[in-house]
T-cell receptor
Framework: DQQVKQNSPSLSVQEGRISILNCDYT??????FLWYKKYPAEGPTFLIS?????DKNEDGRFTVFLNKSAKHLSLHIVPSQPGDSAVYFC?????????????FGKGMKLTVNP | DARVTQTPRHKVTEMGQEVTMRCQPI?????VFWYRQTMMQGLELLAY????????DSGMPKDRFSAEMPDATLATLKIQPSEPRDSAVYFC?????????????FGPGTRLTVL
């Protein structure tokens, strides 16, 4: 039972173009969402997050969009750079209920070609 | 530069042997998580502690895995006996301190190979 789904395992884009990474979730109790980035042989690092009270959060080249009715979020990277090549994980959590647990998707490998 | 540390970084062992992985969470963080990463399942939560108390270990095979926090600076994950299907990267993460209470900070992982 995958509560957080990243249906595309990989994406390849040209440097300078936009990268769009998608994530779907099934549990309507999730109210905050995070994106993590992972380089080979390293642990995932936090990239950007969004609370369910917002529909957009921006941090430099990274923007996360949340569509609660569709239970869908996306990460936009503009412009994409070769250093963005990594595996990106979408994660979701519940601020209510006293649990700090996050549920992660399986990840998506982004390759940005020079 | 506060970070989560994990030892060992790599471990190769034979089936049936005991494996112990260690994690030092970021000072001041009150939650610790153990994850396993595999190609098939992605990042799976194995166990979760808050203030050193185990809150959830439902993701862990109970018969062979155990997780403890002997003190606030050390978390351990043990596998006894290990099996080839346990081969994976095991990550520790900590969180709950300071500004971003919803963010988990990951260690570099322990790559386990069970032959």
């Amino acid at each position: 039972d995958q509560q957080v789904k990243q249906n595309s395992p990989s994406l390849s884009v040209q440097e300078g173009r936009i990268s769009i990474l998608n994530c779907d979730y099934t549990n309507s109790m999730f109210d905050y969402f995070l994106w993590y980035k992972k380089y080979p042989a390293e642990g995932p690092t936090f990239l950007i997050s969004i609370s369910s009270i917002k529909d957009k959060n921006e941090d430099g080249r990274f923007t996360v969009f949340l569509n609660k009715s569709a239970k869908h979020l996306s990460l936009h990277i503009v412009p994409s750079q070769p250093g963005d090549s990594a595996v990106y994980f979408c994660a979701a959590g519940r601020s209510q209920g006293g649990s700090e647990k996050l549920v992660f998707g399986k990840g998506m490998k982004l390759t940005v070609n020079p | 530069d506060a970070r989560v540390t994990q030892t060992p970084r790599h471990k190769v062992t034979e089936m049936g042997q005991e494996v112990t992985m260690r994690c030092q969470p970021i000072l001041g963080h009150n939650t610790v998580f153990w994850y396993r990463q595999t190609m098939m399942q992605g990042l799976e939560l194995l166990a979760y502690f808050r203030n050193r108390a185990p809150l959830d270990d439902s993701g862990m095979p109970k018969d062979r895995f155990s997780a403890e926090m002997p003190d606030a600076t050390l978390a351990t994950l043990k596998i006894q006996p290990s099996e080839p299907r346990d081969s994976a990267v095991y990550f520790c993460a900590s969180g709950g301190g300071g500004y971003r209470t919803d963010t988990q900070y990951f260690g570099p992982g322990t790559r386990l190979t069970v032959l």
